[in-house]
């Protein structure tokens, strides 16, 4: 038996095997389905006897992977390629001499965390993440929207944490709850009742002074019925023969807001953890920088790296590398927190060093490769700081009295590196 991530080293090493066979094949498809079954497609036109090649060394792949590949039609021959391959996701699984391979994985989600959409809508837009849970990022946003709208900034706040939902509260009271959330939205949207109740989905924080803090929750006023609202939000729209998923969905849903609004800065509140939202988030809306909030723990970094594998894999590493940042939360308030800082960073660079950094040839001290040097601060790897502060811990919103003096005499000890990052 194989299980299922030894499959494409043993299809990579028949291939590589055979690689002498198939010289008159330039382009294959492995394409692997919900079950993490094994197909291989190749272009229709291709000579009768490379098919021969094809259907033996599929033969080999399945006396190799079993139950892994099914009995019949282990090889299919398409007319365009190109449209197996679009808009799912898919990576190249290593160059070979003579041909392309590339692996089409058929998921159940679709959100493709290897495709990254540039950040060329105008507009700057964060992303506040963390691959585990509890870690301050949620009040951080809250806190850092509140300092920009100080400076006179329109600032717009989207909780897409909306499976738990929460930043919303900590910026508007109920009273100034609007009617509807981003996922009354998503399910209007589906029978084209969006723009009914897009006025609806705002409302502006009681923190906003000098600028304005628009803040988008995941639900109104009145949540109603969530929970069946929350499994329709993933559905496509279709319309005729056209097919507009969930997140693209959603992002024209923030365009839309932005060309009503013209925010300074979009401040998106992730979900944690690697799932559909955190993915579209990240990946699908373009963002500009994408904070990464870590506490100094081995699941922390096993999480980072889990991701980061899968961008080297896919090829997304150097398309999303210089827009992550890591984020030192909730530093501890004790005599030894310098130590727990120098320990923080040197796993953060161990990690980037890793996956992210490029290895610069001693000879070529002035490459143009992407890497930094370990004590570098403006690196990606190297911690901006939110130190942990009982008051904060506590705190149910900042909108209340108690909440307004904690950001106006702390601020600056306890989120002013996070927010002299952002101000850049």
């Not at 600032?155 to 009354?184: H, N, T």
């Not at 949540?223 to 609202?229: H, N, V």
């Not at 502060?389 to 590196?417: C, H, K, M, W």
Request: hydrophobic share 40%.
């Amino acid at each position: 038996m194989k299980t299922f991530d030894e499959t494409l080293p043993e299809i990579k090493t028949i291939l590589q095997n055979r690689a002498s066979d198939i010289t008159n094949v330039d382009r294959l498809i492995i394409n692997r389905d919900l079950n993490g079954r094994i197909r291989l497609l190749a272009d229709e036109k291709i000579q009768d006897d490379a098919k021969h090649i094809l259907e033996n060394i599929a033969e080999n792949i399945a006396d190799v992977l079993g139950d892994r590949v099914p009995n019949n039609n282990r090889v299919m021959y398409e007319p365009f390629l190109d449209a197996i391959i679009k808009n799912v996701p898919c990576f190249t699984l290593e160059k070979f001499p003579n041909m392309k391979v590339t692996v089409v994985d058929r998921l159940l989600g679709e959100t493709n965390w290897g495709n990254i959409v540039s950040p060329e809508h105008g507009t700057c837009r964060i992303v506040f993440y963390s691959i585990k849970g509890g870690v301050g990022r949620s009040t951080a946003l809250a806190v850092t929207a509140w300092a920009l709208a100080e400076e006179g900034k329109r600032v717009l706040v989207l909780d897409m944490d909306i499976e738990s939902p929460g930043i919303s509260r900590s910026l508007l009271s109920p009273e100034k709850a609007p009617m509807y959330g981003i996922v009354d939205w998503l399910v209007e949207d589906l029978i084209n009742n969006g723009d009914v109740i897009v006025s609806n989905i705002f409302s502006v924080s009681e923190l906003s002074r000098n600028g304005e803090i628009l803040v988008v929750p995941s639900y109104g006023k009145n949540p109603g019925e969530y929970i069946s609202k929350l499994g329709r939000v993933w559905m496509p729209k279709t319309n005729g023969s056209s097919r507009e998923l969930w997140h693209i969905r959603m992002n024209r849903l923030i365009q839309g807001l932005e060309k009503q609004h013209r925010p300074d800065v979009v401040l998106i509140d992730s979900r944690a953890g690697i799932d559909e939202i955190s993915s579209a988030c990240i990946t699908s809306f373009g963002a500009e920088s994408i904070l990464l909030f870590s506490i100094d723990s081995d699941q922390t970094w096993d999480g980072y790296r889990i991701l980061f594998d899968h961008w080297l894999r896919t090829g997304a590493i150097e398309k999303i590398r210089d827009r992550l940042q890591i984020i030192g939360a909730l530093i501890p308030d004790h005599n030894n927190s310098n130590d727990y800082i120098d320990e923080l960073c040197e796993h953060s660079w161990d990690l980037f060093t890793e996956k992210v950094y490029n290895d610069i040839p001693a000879h070529d001290p002035d490459s143009d490769l992407f890497s930094f040097d370990k004590g570098d601060r403006e690196a990606p790897h190297f911690p901006r700081l939110v130190r942990w502060d009982r008051g904060f811990e506590a705190l149910t919103n900042l909108y209340q009295p108690l909440g307004q003096s904690l950001i106006q005499g702390r601020i600056g000890n306890v989120f002013g590196d996070l927010i002299d990052y952002i101000r850049k």
